[in-house]
Structures are given as C-alpha cells and as structure tokens.
C-alpha cells in the first residue's frame, strides 16, 4: 500500500498532521493557497517598527490541557502574557469581562464581592430560565442595563444579527466574575511564543518527507493521487459549494501607525453600534518583553464572508447547521478523505483545541492504517 498524504492547508492542523505522519515515514504534500504557511496563525516582523504583527487578528494561547501546552512549548519558546482586554462604552474605558471593578466603575459604587453579586442578581431577568438566544442569556447574565453597554452593540456589528437572533452558546463562554480579576481568560495555561507563530509551523513542517506547495490549492480531483487526504480548508469547498455555501464572517483590518503608545493596551473593544468596528489591537503589546518606539494598530470590521474573502468565524446558525448536517452527510461517503479544523469541520475553535484534535486525528489515522481500517471522515463530529 502506498504511503502517500495529501494535504489541504497549512495551519496547525494540517503541519501537526503533516509532522506525525512524516515522523512515521509517510511521504506528505501540504498544499497551502496563501503565499506563507501558519493560516490565520501567521506572524511576521513589521518592516518598519520591527513589531510582531499578526496580520489575521490577535492570537493569545490559552489552554487547561497540560498536554498541549507542554507541546507548543517543546516547539517554541513561550512568555507568560495575560490578555486584558479593555472596552470603550459611551465614551468611557472599562475592564473586561465584566468583573468586581467593572460594575463598580460603571455604576459609581463601591460594593463588596458579596453586595456586588446581590446587585446583579436583581438587574438580572429572572424570568428567563432556560435562555435561547444571546440576548436572553445576556438579560439573565447581567441584565439589560450593562447588556446594553456592552454586548448588544458589540454583538450587532461582530456577527450582522441582532442578539435575539444568535444562540445563547456564543455569551455562555464568557466569565463575570465578582473580584478585581481583569485576566480575560480563566486557563491555566496563557502565554506567547517569543518570535510568533509561523516558526512554530515552519518547525514542524521541516522534515525530509513534508513538501510544502505554497499558493497551490489540493483540489478534489487531485485527491485520488493520494493514500489519504486530510482537508483543512472550507467543508462546502471540497464539494464545490454543491448545495450552497456556509456562511462565515470576515475581517477588514485599517492599519493604524504612530510614534510612542496609541492607547495602552494591546485591545480595546468598542461596544458603542455607532462606531463602525468592533475593537482595536495594539500589536507592540502582545510582546510586553520587548521595546519599540513606534507602535502599530489595526481597527477590526466584521462583515459577512463573500467568495473571494477569507473565512474567519463559522455562523451555526439553525439554518446554517441544517446545511452543514446534510454536508456532513456528503463527506461520510467519501472513502480516504478526513475533515479537520476550523474550517474542515465548521466549528470556531480555539488554537489549544484545533492543536488537541489534530494530534487525536494522527493518532487515529495511524491506528486504523496499521489494522486496516477505514478512516472516517470525521474524528471529532461537526454537529
């Protein structure tokens, strides 16, 4: 049997695949559309600030999983770094998430973690029991008044609905907390790697049986040359758009460049509707041990995914996961095809998740090939 792998994307997905098959003495091809590797995990030195950009967004890792996080570390050199995000809201700067100082600012108090909680508990709807939508989540959460101040307009631009209209699962993964914690996430595990990202992808893709085909797309004729095929780009895509496309949301960045520190803090989202993006990142200050004169921002406008854009955030709206269920249903009858990622299985996924079910996916990949098993087309289920 021929030991020959294809495939399609090289993000983390696609190069940690790549890497144990390669270490396992299959020969890979990873073709990758883009003229660089890393997917929207790529860094790269400004020319001009020599500041470390992350040209698709901020990437902050963070995980519970002791597994993954010694992983990336054996890859790459990693800072400690905490994530504290700001918001702008009616013209004021607050802490998120929503915590002990935030209500306290917001409603000129000074209340203990105990009168705090107490006070939320009756701006709360608690006539909602069993939340639907993000906007019932979010009165149930933390009532209409901070509701309004900082989810709903926020909400609006991020995904183009309204909240009554997004599930309640979206707010659900994200903390209110009642102390002065302002760490945006609650892992255990939260760092930088050093010099970014794409080294980490370059490492891994840095073996004598990986060819990496930049700017080349696999397409699904070329996919019977190959043993077996991982495919971590757009679901819909493999089948080209057969039974129409799943909606994703998009990013328009506008750069933004300045002498000294443009506003303190590496994001600031901006939760007012009428300001026109969703948040602001100063990229100097996700590497907090080094020192640059100048800085560099990019403003973020969320808008809906067209064919010729870069898919960011899958949609999974009802609708959206009744087209994605009858895809799901295409690829199960494809023979020597897996669906991995973000994009391949339609999920948002954290970096720490998409590095775990890669590694679950090569793992699996191996055991079947070596009892002559069918590898489906799913490890990890996209419903």
């Known amino acids: 049997m021929s030991n020959s792998i294809g495939i399609a994307g090289a993000g983390f997905s696609g190069a940690i695949i790549a890497n144990k098959l390669a270490n396992a003495g299959f020969k890979v091809d990873v073709f990758e559309p883009r003229a660089h590797v890393a997917g929207n995990c790529f860094s790269s030195r400004d020319n001009s600030t020599g500041i470390m950009v992350h040209k698709y967004g901020p990437h902050i890792f963070h995980t519970d999983k002791e597994h993954v996080w010694q992983y990336v570390n054996k890859l790459a050199s990693f800072k400690p770094y905490v994530n504290r995000v700001k918001a702008n809201s009616g013209g004021k700067i607050y802490s998120l998430p929503i915590n002990l100082h935030t209500i306290n600012q917001f409603f000129g108090t000074a209340f203990s973690p105990a009168e705090a909680e107490e006070f939320i508990c009756m701006q709360a709807d608690q ?51 009642f102390n002065y914690d302002d760490n945006y996430f609650n892992h255990q595990f939260q760092g930088m790697p050093e010099q970014g990202y794409t080294p980490i992808i370059e490492k891994l893709l840095n073996h004598p049986n990986i060819k990496v085909h930049l700017q080349q797309k696999l397409s699904r004729d070329q996919c019977s040359e190959f043993t077996h095929v991982f495919w971590s780009g757009p679901l819909d895509a493999y089948f080209d758009y057969r039974l129409g496309r799943l909606p994703y949301r998009t990013l328009d960045f506008r750069e933004i460049r300045a002498t000294g520190d443009y506003q303190g803090g590496a994001v600031v989202n901006y939760c007012d509707a009428d300001v026109p993006y969703t948040r602001i990142s100063e990229h100097k200050h996700f590497t907090p041990w080094e020192q640059h004169q100048d800085t560099i921002c990019f403003a973020e406008y969320s808008r809906q995914a067209q064919p010729e854009d870069e898919p960011y955030y899958p949609v999974r709206l009802v609708n959206d996961k009744q087209l994605l269920s009858a895809y ?5 009858q494809e023979r020597a095809v897996t669906f991995v990622g973000r994009l391949g299985t339609y999920r948002y996924l954290d970096m720490d998740v998409t590095i775990d079910e890669a590694l679950q996916t090569a793992d699996a990949f191996l055991q079947a090939h070596a009892q002559q098993q069918v590898v489906p087309a799913f490890i990890i289920s996209p419903l």
């Open 127 to 177: 006539d909602i029991t069993e939340p639907v939508s993000f906007e019932q989540q979010a009165m149930k959460f933390v009532g209409k008044t901070l509701y309004n101040a900082f989810f709903a307009g926020y909400t609006q631009k991020q995904w183009g609905l309204s909240p009554a209209e997004l599930p309640a699962s979206i707010l659900k993964r994200l903390p209110l907390r």
């Open 328 to 332: 799901v249903t295409l690829a199960q």
